[in-house]
């Protein structure tokens, strides 16, 4: 036992008083609480920046190439979260006041906003674009088709494999059916292709399906020369409306600018983007009035260019496009009736446009199928609604495909003479150099429809 002592030592001298001996100094423990501080500040730091980053206003400029541009990939553009249908999520568009966003669709995806314009805001416009003057607003002249159809240079076999869909070596009416912009934008049913064919002896056996050898036959020009001829009535165009543009930019009214900045919040993309969009275009749709089923943004190629950023990108491309990544929508008044926005095929599972045609039932004819679209956005005054016609990398299209319905009555306003109540409407396109993946466009589709140029 003595040896075992001895070998152990002398026992270590224990701090003044008595006090057992402790594990951690006090300036060991001081070190240790300062870094502790430090990184939960650091947390709290990057918590804020990701919070003021994600925040409304508008995202930082991003530098995207043209349809024409590098082969780059161009960076995603910003795009709103539409988590479920039903979803509301607060923004914050104008000071001291807060605005509920509801999802509407997911495919395409869609928001309504109400309350985004007040009543008197939504007067003004409606008076400015009367100062200003509407126009008929007209689809695809014959004149101007022909020529163009001159200009691109396409064989006739061309032609025929683009609009055999399921490459059977056969075209059936609901196949030619999907090309509606024929002449000078009349709206085309199966009746109206079989009295085409008739009067162009393209369908010698009158089956209504054209094979290669038949349609190897035909002169186009014919086509052309049956559809001038014909005496179109308003409800057989594409689209029957008025419309007009007004200036959003410096000098505008204070109104047209605060509205451009409520979409930049709306949309978070940078002002080079919005800024060098489309003027605001106003819509008029009276008794009678409708548009029937389109997108507001084309596929962009490689040969093609953005219309509306052309001149500010000194592109020259053979051919143009509209690259519209946003449409925002506003209803400026109210009706007693119609005035619908459709969107047919929003939140279908799969997109397939020979799907709109069935059995002689065209989903996309307003004046026939209203009441047969997925979604049915009613016009109220004030209320926004807007959607995206292109993935947010800009490397495919999502067709929204979305028409407008009016099944508006005919009221004496005072006096003797009977006015026709209209919806008038108001669309911003917010366009964006797109650079398009031709390969992928087509896999990367997505179900929903709309256009109104």
């Given at each position: 036992?003595?040896?075992?002592?001895?070998?152990?030592?002398?026992?270590?001298?224990?701090?003044?008083g008595?006090?057992?001996?402790?594990?951690?100094?006090?300036?060991?423990?001081?070190v240790?609480?300062?870094?502790a501080h430090?990184?939960?500040?650091?947390?709290?730091?990057?918590?804020?920046?990701?919070?003021?980053?994600?925040?409304?206003?508008?995202?930082?400029?991003?530098?995207?190439?043209?349809?024409?541009?590098?082969?780059?990939?161009?960076?995603?553009?910003?795009?709103?979260?539409?988590?479920?249908?039903?979803?509301?999520?607060?923004?914050?568009?104008?000071?001291?006041?807060?605005?509920?966003?509801?999802?509407?669709?997911?495919?395409?995806l869609?928001?309504?906003i109400?309350?985004?314009l007040?009543?008197?805001?939504?007067?003004l416009?409606?008076?400015l674009a009367?100062?200003?003057?509407?126009?008929?607003?007209?689809?695809?002249?014959t004149?101007?088709?022909?020529?163009?159809?001159?200009?691109?240079?396409?064989?006739q076999?061309?032609?025929?494999?683009?609009?055999?869909?399921?490459?059977?070596?056969?075209?059936?009416?609901?196949?030619?059916?999907?090309?509606t912009?024929?002449?000078?934008?009349?709206?085309?049913?199966?009746q109206?292709?079989?009295?085409?064919?008739?009067?162009?002896k393209?369908?010698p056996?009158?089956?209504?399906?054209?094979?290669?050898?038949?349609?190897?036959?035909?002169?186009?020009?014919?086509?052309?020369?049956?559809?001038?001829?014909?005496?179109?009535?308003?409800?057989?165009?594409?689209?029957?409306?008025?419309?007009?543009?007004?200036?959003?930019?410096e000098?505008?009214?204070?109104?047209?600018?605060?509205?451009?900045?409520?979409?930049?919040?709306l949309?978070?993309?940078?002002p080079?983007?919005?800024?060098?969009?489309?003027p605001?275009q106003?819509?008029?749709?009276?008794?009678?009035?409708?548009?029937?089923?389109?997108?507001?943004?084309?596929?962009?190629?490689?040969?093609?260019?953005?219309?509306?950023?052309?001149?500010?990108?000194?592109?020259?491309?053979?051919?143009?496009?509209?690259?519209?990544?946003?449409?925002v929508l506003?209803?400026?008044?109210?009706?007693?009736?119609?005035?619908?926005?459709?969107?047919?095929?929003?939140?279908?599972?799969?997109y397939?446009?020979?799907?709109?045609?069935q059995?002689?039932?065209?989903?996309?004819?307003?004046r026939?199928?209203c009441?047969?679209?997925n979604?049915?956005?009613?016009?109220?005054?004030?209320?926004?609604?807007?959607?995206?016609?292109?993935?947010?990398?800009?490397?495919?299209?999502?067709?929204?495909?979305?028409?407008?319905?009016?099944?508006?009555?005919?009221?004496?306003?005072?006096?003797?003479?009977?006015?026709?109540?209209?919806?008038?409407?108001?669309?911003?396109?917010?366009?964006?150099?797109?650079?398009?993946?031709?390969?992928?466009?087509?896999?990367?589709?997505?179900?929903?429809?709309?256009?109104?140029?």
């Amino acid at each position: 036992m003595a040896a075992a002592a001895r070998a152990e030592g002398p026992p270590l001298p224990g701090p003044p008083g008595g006090r057992p001996r402790q594990v951690c100094s006090r300036p060991y423990f001081v070190v240790l609480m300062v870094f502790a501080h430090l990184y939960v500040l650091n947390v709290l730091g990057l918590l804020l920046f990701v919070h003021l980053s994600a925040g409304d206003g508008p995202a930082p400029a991003a530098a995207a190439p043209g349809p024409r541009g590098d082969a780059r990939r161009a960076p995603a553009l910003p795009r709103r979260e539409g988590i479920k249908v039903g979803h509301k999520q607060k923004v914050e568009l104008v000071p001291n006041k807060v605005h509920f966003m509801k999802t509407l669709s997911l495919k395409p995806l869609l928001f309504e906003i109400p309350d985004f314009l007040t009543e008197e805001e939504c007067k003004l416009i409606i008076h400015l674009a009367q100062l200003k003057g509407l126009q008929k607003s007209q689809i695809l002249p014959t004149e101007d088709y022909e020529e163009a159809m001159e200009m691109i240079e396409i064989s006739q076999m061309d032609i025929f494999n683009l609009l055999d869909h399921n490459q059977d070596g056969q075209l059936q009416l609901k196949e030619v059916l999907t090309h509606t912009r024929l002449g000078n934008g009349r709206w085309m049913t199966p009746q109206s292709i079989r009295e085409m064919y008739t009067a162009v002896k393209a369908d010698p056996d009158g089956n209504g399906v054209l094979s290669l050898e038949e349609f190897k036959q035909l002169n186009i020009r014919d086509f052309h020369k049956y559809m001038g001829s014909q005496k179109v009535k308003m409800s057989d165009l594409v689209r029957n409306s008025q419309h007009t543009w007004l200036y959003q930019g410096e000098g505008a009214h204070q109104v047209m600018r605060s509205i451009r900045q409520r979409v930049m919040r709306l949309t978070r993309l940078p002002p080079e983007i919005v800024d060098h969009s489309e003027p605001l275009q106003v819509v008029r749709y009276d008794q009678g009035g409708h548009y029937h089923a389109h997108v507001d943004s084309g596929p962009v190629f490689p040969e093609t260019a953005c219309s509306h950023t052309k001149l500010i990108a000194n592109e020259s491309a053979p051919f143009e496009t509209s690259c519209r990544y946003v449409t925002v929508l506003f209803y400026l008044n109210n009706v007693t009736g119609g005035g619908e926005t459709i969107f047919p095929i929003a939140d279908n599972r799969t997109y397939e446009e020979m799907s709109l045609i069935q059995n002689d039932v065209d989903l996309r004819d307003t004046r026939k199928n209203c009441d047969k679209g997925n979604l049915r956005v009613k016009p109220q005054q004030g209320t926004a609604v807007f959607w995206y016609n292109y993935l947010s990398d800009g490397e495919g299209t999502v067709p929204p495909q979305h028409y407008a319905c009016w099944e508006g009555k005919r009221e004496d306003l005072g006096g003797q003479q009977p006015v026709s109540l209209g919806l008038a409407v108001c669309l911003l396109w917010v366009g964006a150099f797109l650079h398009m993946n031709s390969e992928r466009t087509a896999k990367e589709q997505q179900p929903g429809t709309d256009e109104h140029s």
